[in-house]
C-alpha cells in the first residue's frame, strides 16, 4: 500500500472507528460487485458511517486525497453506479449508507416522516403503518432498496400511475456535499418555494452531485383492502387500451403490469408453481385495486365490462392468492438473472407506441444478437418496458445499443426508471440533446468541482 493510501485509511478510521472501514478483500467483495453480477470494480476500502457527521469527514478525508467515492445503499440498482468502476482513473472508496438507519416518529398532522438514507423500503412501510400511513413507492427489491438509493435513483415502481415517483414524494433532505458540508432542509415542507429544490434536485442524481444522509417524506393513507387480477389478452396494444380505459373507470387502481409468456413460462419454470390459466396467452395484465372497503367486485365489474379482449381471468383478494399473482410478475427480475448475466434495458415509450415497440425491439434483438432470449415486462400505464437479454456476453454492448438505438428513435427515453449509471452513460446527449447535457455537466461541476462523486455515472469520466 503506498503512503497516500495509508493516511487515507487512517483517516476514514479516524472518522468511523476501524470497524468501519474494511479493506480485507473476502469482506469488500460483496459491496464491489452489483446485483446482476455485470458490473464490479475495486475499491481501496468499504467505509461504513453512522451519523452525517461521520459521512462529511469521509468526504473531507477522500476529498482532501482526491479519491473518488461511490456512495452505495442496498446494492440493488440495475445501472452499475452502486459499485467501483473497473477502470478508474483514481483510487475509489464505497461509503455504505446502511448504518445511517434512524426512523422518527411518523408526524401524524402532516402525514410524513425523516428517515436516514439507509432504511430499508419495507422498513420504512413496517414504520409507518401502525399509524395508518403508507409509502407511495413500492418495488420488488423493497426489502434490500434503501430510501437514500431510490431517491438518488428516483425509483419508480409499481404504483407510479397512483402516486408518482420518488421525486413526488420528497418533503426535505439532507445530504453531504462534495467539499464536505452539510446542507439540510428537514423535516422540510411539501409547499416550499424558497429557491432551488435541494430535493428535486437530488432524485435521480444517482450519488453524483451528493451523499444523501437523510430524507424527509410524504406518506399516503394505508388502503388495507385489496383485490388482484391476472388477466390474459391477445397482444400488447390489448393491454395497453384496457389499462389506459381502467385507469379513469377503475379510481382504486393501483397497480397495472405487464408481461408476456416466455416471462411467465421462465418465472415458473424457475420457481415452480402451476400456470395461473389452462391455455397460454400472448400477454397478461396483472390489476391491483386497493380501497378502505373490499374492492373486489369493483374490480371483477370491471374486468367483465371489458368484454371479450379479456381471454381469460383469475381474481384474489386473499392475501397468498395475491402474493401468488404477484410473484408471476415480480419474479421476472430474478428468474432472467438466474438465466446468466442479464443485458438489462430500462425504457419508456409513449403509450401509443408501446405495443409497435415491443414487435420492434424484439426483432432488433433477434438481429443484434440471433438466438438470444428476449425478456420483456414492466409497468404498462407509465410505458415503461424492462428488457432482459439472455445470451450475448456481459462485455458485448451491441444488443443494449440496437435497443437504446430504437427507443431514441421511437420518440421513448434510455431510461424511465433505474437511472443511467455507468451502463447507458455514452448514450445520455443522443437521449437529453447538448443543450440538456450542458446544463447538467454546469451543475455537477459546480457542485462537485473535483469530480470525486461517483465519477463515470450518467457522465462518461
Ligand atoms: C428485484 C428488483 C426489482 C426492482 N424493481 C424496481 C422497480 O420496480 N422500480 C425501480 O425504480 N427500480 C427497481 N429496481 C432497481 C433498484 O431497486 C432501485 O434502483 C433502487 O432505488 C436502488 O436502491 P439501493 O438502495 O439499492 O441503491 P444502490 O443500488 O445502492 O445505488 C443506486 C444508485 O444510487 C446511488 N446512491 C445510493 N445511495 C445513495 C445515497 N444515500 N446518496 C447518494 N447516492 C446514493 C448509488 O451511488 C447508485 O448510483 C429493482 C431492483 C431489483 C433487484
Redesign the pocket.
Known amino acids: 500500500m503506498n503512503p497516500d493510501s495509508a493516511t487515507l485509511l487512517d483517516s476514514l478510521q479516524g472518522a468511523v472507528g476501524s470497524d468501519h472501514v474494511l479493506t480485507d478483500a473476502d469482506l469488500r467483495a460483496s459491496y464491489e460487485a452489483?446485483?446482476s453480477r455485470r458490473w464490479h470494480g475495486e475499491a481501496l476500502a468499504v467505509v461504513r458511517p453512522a451519523t452525517a457527521d461521520e459521512v462529511a469527514a469521509v468526504v473531507r478525508a477522500c476529498a482532501a486525497a482526491g479519491v473518488a467515492l461511490?456512495?452505495?445503499?442496498?446494492?440493488?440498482?440495475?445501472?452499475g453506479?452502486?459499485v467501483p468502476r473497473s477502470h478508474a482513473a483514481r483510487p475509489q472508496v464505497v461509503v455504505s449508507?446502511l448504518r445511517?438507519r434512524d426512523l422518527e416518529p411518523v408526524d401524524l398532522l402532516a402525514g410524513e416522516v425523516t428517515v436516514g438514507?439507509?432504511v430499508t423500503l419495507a422498513a420504512l412501510q413496517a414504520h409507518v403503518r401502525p399509524a395508518g400511513f403508507g409509502f407511495g413507492v413500492d418495488?420488488?427489491?423493497r426489502d434490500?432498496?434503501?430510501?437514500?438509493?431510490?431517491?438518488?435513483?428516483?425509483?419508480?415502481?409499481?404504483h407510479v400511475l397512483r402516486h408518482g415517483?420518488?421525486r413526488m414524494q420528497l418533503v426535505g433532505i439532507e445530504?453531504v456535499l462534495a467539499d464536505g458540508t452539510i446542507a439540510r432542509r428537514l423535516p422540510g415542507m411539501l409547499k416550499d418555494n424558497t429557491g432551488y429544490h435541494l430535493p428535486s434536485l437530488?432524485a435521480g442524481?444517482?450519488?453524483?452531485l451528493?451523499?444523501?444522509?437523510r430524507v424527509g417524506l410524504r406518506l399516503v393513507p394505508h388502503l388495507a383492502r385489496r383485490a388482484v387480477a391476472l388477466v390474459a389478452v391477445d397482444d400488447t396494444a390489448t393491454a395497453v387500451s384496457l389499462a389506459g380505459a381502467l385507469r379513469s373507470s377503475l379510481p382504486s387502481l393501483v397497480a397495472a403490469e405487464l408481461f408476456f409468456d416466455e416471462g411467465l413460462a421462465l418465472v415458473l419454470r424457475r420457481g415452480g408453481g402451476e400456470r395461473p390459466f389452462r391455455d397460454a396467452h400472448p400477454a397478461y395484465l396483472l390489476l391491483e385495486v386497493e380501497s378502505r372497503a373490499d374492492p373486489t367486485d369493483d374490480l371483477a365489474t370491471a374486468i367483465d365490462a371489458a368484454g371479450a379482449v379479456v381471454r381469460d381471468a383469475v381474481l384474489a383478494s386473499d392475501a397468498s392468492g395475491r402474493d401468488r399473482l404477484w410473484e408471476l410478475r415480480?419474479n421476472h427480475?430474478?428468474a432472467i438473472n438466474a438465466e446468466g448475466v442479464p443485458h438489462k434495458l430500462?425504457v419508456a415509450l409513449p403509450l401509443g407506441r408501446l405495443a409497435e415497440f415491443v414487435d420492434r425491439v424484439r426483432a432488433a434483438v433477434e438481429e443484434a444478437a440471433p438466438g438470444a432470449a428476449c425478456y420483456l415486462y414492466g409497468?404498462v400505464c407509465d410505458g415503461n418496458l424492462h428488457i432482459g437479454v439472455i445470451g450475448p456476453p456481459a462485455e458485448d454492448e451491441g444488443v443494449d445499443s440496437a435497443i437504446l438505438r430504437l427507443t431514441i428513435e421511437m420518440g421513448g427515453t434510455i431510461s424511465a426508471?433505474?437511472?443511467v449509471?455507468v451502463a447507458k452513460a455514452d448514450w445520455l446527449e443522443a437521449d437529453r440533446g447538448v443543450a440538456d447535457v450542458a446544463a447538467m455537466r454546469a451543475i455537477k461541476r459546480a457542485l462537485d468541482p473535483i469530480g470525486i462523486l461517483?465519477p463515470g455515472?450518467i457522465f462518461r469520466d
Open positions: 452489483d446485483w461511490i456512495p452505495q445503499g442496498g446494492n440493488t440498482g440495475l445501472v453506479g452502486s449508507t445511517l438514507a439507509g418495488l420488488g427489491a434490500s432498496a434503501t430510501i437514500g438509493g431510490m431517491v438518488a435513483t428516483n425509483a419508480g415502481g409499481i415517483p420518488m445530504a437530488l442524481s444517482e450519488g453524483t451528493a451523499i444523501i444522509t415480480e427480475t430474478e430500462d409497468h426508471e433505474h437511472g449509471g461517483n455515472v
